[in-house]
């Protein structure tokens, strides 16, 4: 049984610029954790381009061999780092995890 875990953020600033350039730091940060955490099987992170109205501002789709193995990633040190900078300028957070 493989896991897939997605998750997805709305930052809290107002200002479109900054928001902008926030979730660029947040799918950059994330997308740096591929090859730093080794349970990571595959990790993709990007920023909304359409609908912000409507939509999210951030996506991750991250991959792992298992359950464990996505409780080892949430507090690796890596990405504990670069979950506290994601808390930092988030409004709200959705997830979801399921097998693929």
Same mark, same amino acid.
Do not use: C
């Given at each position: 049984?493989?896991?897939?875990?997605?998750?997805?953020?709305?930052l809290?600033?107002?200002?479109?610029?900054?928001r902008?350039?926030?979730?660029?730091?947040?799918?950059?940060?994330?997308?740096?954790?591929?090859? &730093?955490?080794?349970?990571?099987?595959?990790?993709?992170?990007?920023?909304?381009?359409?609908?912000?109205d409507?939509?999210?501002? &951030?996506?991750? &789709?991250?991959?792992?061999?298992?359950?464990?193995?996505?409780?080892?990633?949430?507090?690796?040190?890596?990405?504990?780092?670069?979950?506290?900078?994601?808390?930092?300028?988030?409004?709200?957070?959705?997830?979801?995890?399921?097998?693929?």
């Amino acid at each position: 049984m493989s896991i897939r875990h997605v998750v997805s953020w709305k930052l809290a600033a107002s200002d479109p610029s900054e928001r902008a350039a926030q979730a660029a730091e947040v799918a950059r940060r994330l997308n740096a954790l591929g090859g &730093v955490v080794p349970q990571l099987r595959s990790i993709s992170a990007g920023v909304n381009t359409a609908y912000p109205d409507a939509n999210w501002d &951030v996506a991750l &789709v991250a991959d792992f061999d298992s359950i464990e193995e996505l409780e080892q990633y949430q507090v690796h040190p890596a990405h504990e780092e670069v979950a506290a900078y994601v808390r930092s300028v988030v409004g709200s957070r959705a997830a979801v995890d399921f097998e693929i």
